[in-house]
């Protein structure tokens, strides 16, 4: 009888000496798990965000001269993209420790330089529209990378745009206005993403 009770009181006691020690570890575990979380990446600089206004702001403007099938409109306003492409603050953008959002943000900066320059030279309309979606890509990737905290981007898409091969562009509001279809059919569109990094 002894012995069984001495045998249940050491059960009790290794329990709990059991319980107590992974109730410790647990708090260590958790406080090393706080101490060791990545730290949270800093906003871009005021410098960045206001060249990176610049740029987008050219974008629209370009945008909306393609809306007006208006091939002045549309030059000047792929010169103005072009140069504030070209002028773009990259070595501004924060929380970039590795280089490779800077080096990103880079090769899309220079593609939509490129697609500018290319799209002034363009004599057709069509040609232009088609230089567009690719200032068009390169912009929405631009503005993924580097987490642009202006105002929110709306990424609009018309299946028929481009001889029905499909094409998408950017908006700073959700109506539609297509810059690929003329008068033909401006309202053909969708919003099918959207980003704001403006609270993040």
């Known amino acids: 009888m002894n012995f069984r009770a001495i045998s249940v009181s050491v059960f009790f006691l290794l329990l709990t000496i ?3 020690y992974c109730k410790s570890n647990k ?6 798990a706080e101490t060791t979380a990545p730290l949270t990446i800093s906003g871009n600089t005021d410098a960045f965000n206001q060249s990176f206004t610049r740029l ?14 208006d091939t002045v409109k549309v030059n ?35 593609t939509i330089n490129g697609s500018a320059e290319a799209l002034m030279a363009e004599k057709d309309l069509e040609a ?8 068009t890509d390169a912009m929405w990737s631009l ?35 297509n810059p690929y279809t003329g008068n033909q059919s401006p309202a053909c569109g969708e919003v099918t993403d959207s980003l704001d990094y403006s609270n993040k």
């Open 18 to 20: 059991t319980f107590l």
């Open 27 to 32: 708090k260590e575990g958790q406080a090393d």
């Open 76 to 110: 000047a306003a792929a010169a103005t993209v072009f140069s504030n492409a070209g002028s773009l603050n990259i070595n501004e953008i924060k929380g970039d420790s590795t280089g490779m959002i800077t080096e990103t943000a880079k090769l899309f900066a220079e």
């Open 143 to 177: 503005t993924r990378t580097v987490r642009y905290e202006g105002q929110k981007v709306y990424y609009q898409y018309c299946p028929t745009a481009l001889d029905n091969s499909g094409a998408y562009w950017l908006s700073d509001t959700n109506e539609i206005r």
């Open 128 to 135: 232009k529209r088609r230089e567009f979606n690719m200032i």
């Open 56 to 69: 987008l702001t050219a974008y629209y403007s370009l945008k909306d001269a393609l809306i007006e099938g």
